[in-house]
């Protein structure tokens, strides 16, 4: 599980394009905070988990879904979502699934 939180921040970080010394800063840390944990020298808190789930812009569950590959992006589509009818909801999904399908 440790190497899970690791590898996830190191993924969502790189997704997100910035920097360990970047999201450390904007964490208000010194700026080896996330070298350190992805390195494996420390595990970050509880309150500090929910501090980059929220830097991230996902939720605790959306971090440790792992068929999720970029959880940020798939709330955003989520949020575009709300709102729609649910003519247009199933046209959009006909179409992901069609361009899911051209792969």
């Given amino acids: 599980m440790e190497d899970f939180v690791r590898n ?32 494996g020298k420390a595990l970050p808190s509880l309150a500090e988990f929910f501090a980059i789930c929220d830097y991230f812009g996902i939720t605790p569950i959306d971090f440790f879904d792992k068929s999720i590959q970029n959880p940020y ?7 575009a979502f709300k709102g729609l009818s649910d003519n247009d909801i199933e046209l959009l999904i006909n179409l992901a699934n069609r361009l899911k399908d051209k792969k």
């Fill in 73 to 79: 992006t798939a709330n955003k589509a989520y949020e």
């Fill in 8 to 39: 996830r921040i190191t993924q969502l970080r790189i997704s997100k394009g910035v920097s360990e010394y970047k999201m450390s800063y904007d964490l208000g840390h010194s700026r080896s905070y996330i070298n350190n944990i992805t390195s």
